[in-house]
């Protein structure tokens, strides 16, 4: 068995850390605090568009079922034609203000996680800035 060589091994990133205290704990916990609020903020509005999606595709189906029948009860072809034009048109006008009403709670969901994320970069950098002066005080 090879002799232990490792006698005069320092680890190189021990006179790193050392004079940090437990800085770099509590901010690693602090990060991971952060990641935790925006991905439960992510996970909440996920549900929500989740659950608007069902609502809006019971509500198509229900629009479905009453225009066939409306249109099977109608005898005129003229008038067959012209309710079967409304209802493109209005299905169509409500597809797009489904469209808007879940892209905004999609932007809402990613503003709040990136204001979370943001101001605990912005933390970061003040911890950072402010560990850097104490070792130069203690220098």
């Known amino acids: 068995m090879a002799a232990n060589n ?11 850390f050392t004079g940090l205290g437990n800085f770099p704990t509590d901010s690693w916990n602090r990060n991971i605090a952060a990641l935790n ?14 659950k608007r999606n069902q ?3 019971q509500e198509a ?6 225009a066939w029948r409306d249109l099977l009860t109608n005898k005129s072809p003229e ?7 409304d209802l493109a ?20 969901s990613n503003r709040e996680a990136m ?7 912005a933390e ?10 104490n070792l130069k005080k203690a220098a």
């Open 37 to 50: 609020a925006a991905n439960k903020i992510f996970f909440e509005y996920f549900q929500t568009v989740s």
């Open 55 to 57: 609502q809006i595709a």
């Open 6 to 16: 490792n006698k005069n091994f320092t680890n190189p990133f021990e006179k790193l």
């Open 124 to 133: 970061i950098l003040d911890e950072t800035k402010e560990q850097l002066k």
């Open 89 to 108: 048109k209005q299905a169509f006008e409500k597809s797009v203000a489904n469209c808007g009403e879940l892209g905004e709670i999609l932007n809402k």
């Open 79 to 85: 008038l067959h034609v012209s309710k079967h034009v």
């Open 61 to 66: 189906f229900e629009d479905y079922t009453n």
């Open 115 to 121: 204001e979370i994320l943001t101001r605990r970069t």
